[in-house]
């Protein structure tokens, strides 16, 4: 598991990171190139070979050295210039991997400075935590947010940037009995994940989410204008009108920097309310229940509905039912999914008959055969709770209770 840890780093360990990590991104595009240049050659590159190539040259090469002459690489730790290179060798191997399975797949790209993250990476060996601080090579003591929250041993790090925040992002590998939570009850419950209300519990509890880009939008709508308008008039500075071409460089002010910067910030903030949110939400379904039951939502066919596509994004739907399948495992609560056409919205909760007509924007609707007069979602979240105990073998109402219901304990979804 991983423990991502805020730093605060001293001016120069500032610099420094912003430095290894555009060494570890030169040599991605370094290796990328020749990657990509050997196998149009029809050779067989590999991250060995080509790693034993760079090593032959980094404190030779003019390109690799700096105004003086000297080799820069000497001044950052070796683990930034040579991690890339077995990053690179796990993207071809992923893309080689979904090209096979039929998934949609893209090949590893150049990564551009602004656009990419950055970030680098610390061998086990390199780097030592003692309670709230860490030592790194190079730069010695680094003063940390929080101390390492799992026990187990250390397997890597890397530091990252998120706007103008660095973190060291710690993996360990935790024993599974220090990994287990206990839950705190032992519910059954359905979920339906929704637009109006994040979350509707089977007990017709409504969560709803904080909607921090609704919020942050006005100010997100300012400060990118702000930014675009900078980005014009150093367009026309140059005498460039429309489309910038490919490799140009524009002039960056001062001023330009610090819209980029703000808007950055906003982002992350928004980012973070959201993963606040999310995190709470499926730790507790987990801590409650032994069961939960969800829908398998097409979310990539629903963001495909433009007008829906925002604020579901917003909410994470993706997002909540990643966490709650990697959480089950810690808690052993069993996340069942409802195939995802189970018309969990359409079925009566009390009778089972089906409502076809029902659609999008009915709230509330009274079943035709029985005549009882149901919230549209908790409705849906009483019947996701019907699958999932169904899935445990409890008795169940219902002669619905869905023959598709796929109940996941999947290993793969612990990280
Ligand atoms: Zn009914």
Known sequence: MAHSIRLDPTPA???????AAGTARRVWNW????????AALGQKPNAMMLKKQFNAIKYTDPVWLDADGNPWLRSIHRDAHAQPFANLAKAW??????????????PPCFKKKGRCKDSFYLANDKFKLEECTAVLPKIGRVVLREALRWPGKILGASVSREA??????VQVEVLEKAAIRRRTANG???????VSSAATLSGGEKITAPRPLRGALRRLRIRSRRLSRKLESAKVMIGIR??????????????????????????????????????????????????????????????????LARAIADVGFFEIRRQLLYKALRFGTRIVLADRW???????????????????????????????????DVNAAVNLQRIAS??????SALPEASPTATSVLLPEYIR
């Open 342 to 376: 189970y018309p969990s919205s359409k079925l009566c909760s009390t009778c089972g008959t089906r409502n076809g007509e029902l659609t999008l924007d009915e709230r509330t609707w009274t079943c035709a055969s029985c005549g009882i007069t149901h919230d549209r």
């Open 188 to 194: 059954i419950t359905g979920v339906d994940l929704g």
């Open 390 to 395: 169904g899935a445990l073998g409890t008795q």
């Open 93 to 106: 191997s992923r893309y080689f991997e979904r090209c096979r399975t039929g998934e949609r797949a893209y």
């Open 31 to 38: 290796a990328l190139a020749e990657w990509l240049h050997q």
């Open 164 to 169: 103008d925040h660095w973190f060291l992002s």
């Open 242 to 307: 429309g489309r910038v071409p490919k490799g140009t460089r524009l002039p960056v002010s001062k001023n330009r920097t610090k819209g980029a910067k703000a808007l950055a910030r906003l982002h992350t903030r928004v980012a973070r309310v959201r993963r606040d949110f999310t995190h709470k939400l499926t730790a507790r379904l987990c801590r409650e229940n032994q069961a939960v039951g969800i829908e398998d939502l097409n979310v990539k066919g629903m963001l495909a509905n433009v007008r």
């Open 13 to 19: 360990q500032r610099d420094y990171f912003v430095r």
